[in-house]
């Protein structure tokens, strides 16, 4: 079975959250739309093209010290159809980046899907993506949420939140926002048998 894939762009920069990108990076390169372990085998049933993206290729440095080679920088990144912006204590720095700001911006304008991770959350709300929208993040940075935009509805006790663009609130909730945004797009029993696969148990409760 092939299908058109989507690709996901994953964005990563130092000091990013492990679970933050990697969670959802297992979430959408595993899915497949034909069911079974051996589906999992080759890309055919994959509705998923999932890839990484930082400012340059150089190697980042994540929480803990675990390194990742991006595999695109900004500049050569093919064509994103969902971004997703994972968080980590990173994020405050570059919430004076002009320069991701504005591939944040203009990349949101051409994506399909805009989703965020923990404090990702913060740097979307930068950018301007969450005016007047329902949103959330890590517990620990709720409060900075509102501050950097006073519209921003901020939902305290929920995992995942979607108003055209989904935010979620911090770390392994990653997961729960990309298995949710899978069922939004493949249905249920694609989103369960993903969780299944993964041995990541889905409450349904965001």
Same mark, same amino acid.
């Given at each position: 079975?092939?299908?058109?894939?989507?690709?996901?762009?994953?964005?990563? &920069?130092?000091?990013?959250?492990?679970?933050?990108?990697?969670?959802?990076?297992?979430?959408?390169?595993?899915?497949?739309?034909?069911?079974?372990?051996?589906?999992?085998?080759?890309?055919?049933?994959?509705?998923?093209?999932? &890839?990484?993206?930082?400012?340059?290729?150089?190697?980042?440095?994540?929480?803990?010290?675990?390194?990742?080679?991006?595999?695109?920088?900004?500049?050569?990144?093919?064509?994103?159809?969902?971004?997703?912006?994972?968080?980590?204590?990173?994020?405050?720095?570059?919430?004076?980046?002009?320069?991701?700001?504005?591939?944040?911006?203009?990349?949101?304008?051409?994506?399909?899907?805009?989703?965020?991770?923990?404090?990702? #959350?913060?740097?979307?709300?930068?950018?301007?993506?969450?005016?007047?929208?329902?949103?959330?993040?890590?517990?620990?940075?709720?409060?900075?949420?509102?501050?950097?935009?006073?519209?921003?509805?901020?939902?305290?006790?929920?995992?995942?939140?979607?108003?055209?663009?989904?935010?979620?609130?911090?770390?392994?909730?990653?997961?729960?926002?990309?298995? #949710?945004?899978?069922?939004?797009?493949?249905?249920?029993?694609?989103?369960?048998?993903?969780?299944?696969?993964?041995?990541?148990?889905?409450?349904?409760?965001?």
């Amino acid at each position: 079975m092939t299908t058109e894939k989507l690709t996901v762009g994953i964005f990563l &920069f130092d000091q990013v959250e492990v679970l933050d990108f990697a969670g959802p990076f297992e979430v959408f390169s595993r899915t497949r739309l034909t069911p079974g372990t051996e589906a999992r085998r080759s890309e055919d049933s994959a509705p998923f093209r999932v &890839f990484t993206v930082a400012k340059s290729e150089a190697t980042v440095e994540a929480t803990g010290g675990l390194q990742v080679v991006p595999a695109y920088a900004f500049e050569t990144a093919p064509e994103i159809n969902l971004l997703l912006v994972p968080g980590g204590f990173g994020t405050r720095t570059l919430l004076n980046d002009d320069a991701t700001l504005g591939w944040i911006r203009r990349t949101s304008n051409k994506a399909q899907l805009v989703t965020s991770v923990c404090t990702g #959350a913060l740097l979307l709300a930068r950018a301007g993506l969450l005016t007047s929208r329902r949103a959330t993040t890590h517990w620990s940075a709720l409060e900075l949420l509102g501050e950097i935009d006073s519209t921003i509805a901020v939902q305290e006790d929920h995992r995942v939140v979607d108003d055209d663009i989904v935010t979620s609130a911090g770390v392994s909730a990653g997961i729960d926002m990309s298995l #949710a945004v899978v069922e939004n797009l493949f249905g249920r029993k694609v989103a369960d048998e993903t969780a299944r696969y993964i041995e990541y148990p889905r409450t349904g409760r965001f």
